[in-house]
């Protein structure tokens, strides 16, 4: 059995100790270099708290995890392991449900401009201070005038309009320069041609999908196919950020539970701190402080501690580590620093353990039943009871024809939103501003006819009726003014009509 005494077997100790699922919200750590044994580790928690009737989300960023959804198979060395720490493999998938950014994997992921908010787009897009500043006021008309940010269109639609009417927005919300927005619209640009075209739109992802709970009483594996999208490592980071605070937003305080409502897996968590500046990290910290008053565990995947910030760090309560390389002088810090995080065990020296731990070893401390930190156990982890490995590619689609989302987020819709409100206000005002100057027109051609029209001939001298004309007759000044204007009104407002219409057009 994986679930033993209301916890999660992790494998054979000299001491027992499941992760608890009274204290599976205090957060985790599952570490370790490549090739040592971290994505077994996690496939057998996944398996553990699908089974104990919790929801998961975990990103397969290597595309080997979508075996959660087949039954396992004997492997000589996983069935020798099995059989050394005394674990029936009595194989079984999880039920689980795919999805994927670019739809193709799995079931559409999208959220809204206004739902990721300016301070991750800022990071996302990779702005300067300035830039985030002109997105901010972007944010804040759009609130203030009642214009929803959808997609990518209502944003550039958004950034173009308080660039047009800079003056005006700039003595209430700050300066707004050419050159901001044109910087903001070139990295929008970039974005898209990464796939962020396919993250924003509508319908945009309800947290409730994924909280389901199977009919055989499992919670729910959501896998999301990262693949591709790691591809673009920002955009892989602030979409599961943007999870993590949905999560925080929508779902309501519960105290301590008997289990947790949803487990949140986060692979290649260095990602989502790289670079990142402090107001950001400020905020995860922040959001992983909190979250597990909301009944939401979150478990960071990595292959050293040191990638995740010291204050985050120390939320972490229950470790799996896996073996280190100290093959340099910041190798055998960041070994060192590691052992520190672990109550020492007097059987062995946790800094030279975790050297020399093999494949399917780890180094595991949880919460006791008194929400203390274990002492520090060398584990034998158990084999998962899924498939290890991907699994057949025309089995994942079936299951995803028989998802019980099908249907839900497959179709882009597309509601009035800021690109077909401005787009509009737009055309009235080319429109508005025609009518002026062709009513300007008429009026000086009326004027000419009715008073001037004998200064505009009192020069012409009639010829007889026999002289042939020769070229154009002579027009006046004030009609060669006149059509002038018409030519130029002509040319310019009448570009500006087409182009707008047929970027509607094309855009839609």
């Known amino acids: 059995m994986i679930i033993r005494d209301n916890g999660i077997y992790l494998g054979q100790a000299a001491d027992e100790h499941p992760l608890l699922l009274k204290y599976a919200n205090r957060h985790g750590l599952i570490a370790g270099a490549t090739g040592t044994g971290k994505t077994l580790s996690l496939q057998g928690l996944v398996e553990g708290f699908s089974q104990a009737g919790v929801p998961v989300f975990i990103a397969d960023v290597k595309g080997d995890l979508s075996g959660l959804a087949a039954a396992g198979i004997p492997k000589p060395p996983l069935v020798e392991r099995a059989k050394q720490i005394g674990f029936p493999l009595d194989y079984q998938p999880c039920p689980v449900i795919f999805w994927d950014v670019f739809g193709k994997n799995g079931h559409p992921v999208r959220t809204t401009v206004s739902e990721m908010g300016p301070l991750m787009l800022s990071r996302l897009l990779e702005l300067n201070d300035t830039q985030e500043g002109v997105l901010n006021i972007a944010f804040a008309v759009a609130d203030a005038e009642g214009l ?12 173009t309009h308080i ?18 927005v044109g910087a903001i619209q070139r990295a929008l640009l970039t974005l898209e041609a990464q796939g962020g075209r396919q993250l924003f739109g509508e319908p945009a992802l309800s947290i409730s999908d994924l909280m389901r709970i199977a009919p055989n009483g499992q919670g729910a594996v959501n896998i999301l196919s990262a693949e591709t999208l790691m591809q673009t490592p920002k955009l892989y980071s602030m979409l599961l950020l943007w999870l993590l605070s949905e999560l925080f937003e929508d779902m309501p305080e519960v105290g301590d539970m008997e289990k947790p409502k949803l487990v949140f897996f986060f692979d290649e968590a260095h990602l989502l701190f790289n670079d990142a500046p402090k107001a950001l990290i400020e905020k995860i910290e922040q959001l992983v402080r909190l979250i597990r008053s909301k009944g939401v565990g979150v478990y960071f995947i990595t292959q050293n501690p040191a990638d995740i910030p010291v204050n985050v760090l120390g939320q972490l309560s229950n470790r799996v580590q ?25 059987a062995f020296k946790t800094e030279e353990a975790i050297t020399t731990l093999g494949v399917g070893e780890a ?32 089995q994942r689609e079936a299951i995803i024809a028989q998802s019980p989302i099908k249907g839900v987020y497959d179709e882009l819709m597309n509601r009035e939103s800021a690109y077909e409100l401005l787009n509009v206000k737009v055309q009235k005002s080319v429109a508005s501003d025609a009518g002026g100057i062709w009513g300007a027109v008429s009026g000086a051609v009326a004027g000419v006819a009715s008073s001037g029209g004998s200064q505009a001939t009192s020069n012409y001298t009639p010829r007889s009726a026999n002289a042939k004309p020769r070229g154009r007759e002579p027009e006046g000044m004030v009609t060669t003014l006149a059509k002038s204007v018409i030519r130029a009104a002509g040319s310019q407002i009448g570009r500006q009509v087409v182009r707008g219409l047929l970027g509607a057009m094309l855009k839609r």
């Open 148 to 159: 929803l940010l959808l997609d990518m269109d209502d944003l550039r639609a958004m950034l």
């Open 322 to 346: 896996h073996a280190l390389r100290a093959f340099t002088p910041q190798d055998q810090k960041g070994v060192k620093a590691a052992a520190q995080t672990f109550r020492p065990n007097p």
């Open 163 to 180: 660039s047009d009417n800079a003056g005006e927005y700039s003595t209430q919300y700050g300066n707004i320069t050419a050159a901001s």
């Open 363 to 394: 180094l595991v401390s949880v919460l006791d039943a008194k929400g203390s930190p274990t002492i520090v156990q060398k584990t034998l982890i158990r084999p998962p009871l899924s498939l290890v490995g991907a699994m057949p590619v025309a």
